[in-house]
């Protein structure tokens, strides 16, 4: 059972467009998300993250949006930078819970 | 370490064979976290401690696999009798402290293991 679902396996933006990154979940206890980035051959790093008391966070290029009626999250990426080209896991936990569910990931390229 | 460090990177075993795998957290954190990575798919939780303590290990598969940080730095996670099924992408990640801050993680590099 895929708690933390991520759709879209890829997904390709031109340079200094804007990337959408969505993640949906199916469980209500889950109360705080985050966006794990990965390079290749190098561990998953912290991108972004945001509490369920609120709908927004933003980051300079990164913005994280929530919304709690649909189990829907998503990331912006804007402008888009080669940069950004990796793969992206959405993440979440429940209130006590240290445990993170992660989705399976989406693969950006940024196209130069 | 200026990152979370683990050994060895490859692994390569026979099924039945026991395998440790360990993992030196950033120093200073409290939180040391273990998880697994198949291909194509996201980090699975196994278990996690805060100092040397084993707060949760509901994600260990079977009692093949059992995990320790005896001083509260460094941590081990072993694998008893291995099968193929148990070849994967192990990660350790490690923090500040559990459920302080933003939650996050750092991860290192990982160890790979391939049970023939």
């Known amino acids: 059972d895929q708690q933390v679902k991520q759709n879209s396996p890829s997904l390709s933006v031109q340079e200094g467009r804007i990337s959408i990154l969505n993640c949906d979940y199916t469980?209500?206890?889950?109360?705080?998300f985050l966006w794990y980035k990965k390079y290749p051959a190098e561990g998953p790093t912290f991108l972004i993250s945001?509490?369920?008391?609120?709908d927004k966070n933003e980051d300079g290029r990164f913005t994280v949006f929530l919304n709690k009626s649909a189990k829907h999250l998503s990331l912006h990426i804007v402008p888009s930078q080669p940069g950004d080209s990796a793969v992206y896991f959405c993440?979440?936990?429940?209130?006590?819970?240290?445990?993170?569910?992660f989705g399976t990931g989406t693969r950006l390229t940024i196209i130069p | 370490g200026a990152g979370v460090s683990q050994s060895p990177r490859y692994k390569v075993t026979k099924r039945g064979q026991d395998v440790a795998l360990r993992c030196d957290p950033i120093?200073?954190?409290?939180?040391l976290y273990w998880y697994r990575q198949a291909l194509g798919q996201g980090p699975e939780f196994l278990t996690y401690?805060?100092?040397?303590?084993?707060?949760?290990k509901s994600g260990l598969p079977n009692d093949r696999f059992s995990a320790e940080r005896p001083e509260g730095s460094i941590s081990t996670l072993t694998i008893q009798r291995t099968e193929q099924r148990d070849s994967a992408m192990y990660r350790c990640?490690?923090?500040?402290?559990?459920?302080?801050?933003?939650?996050?993680?750092?991860f290192g590099e990982g160890s790979r293991l391939t049970v023939l």
């Open positions: 990640a490690s923090s500040l402290m559990a459920g302080s801050g933003t939650g996050e993680l750092f």
């Open positions: 469980n209500s206890m889950f109360d705080y």
């Open positions: 945001i509490s369920s008391i609120k």
């Open positions: 993440a979440a936990r429940s209130f006590g819970n240290e445990k993170l569910t």
């Open positions: 120093s200073g954190h409290v939180s």
């Open positions: 401690f805060n100092y040397e303590a084993q707060q949760d």
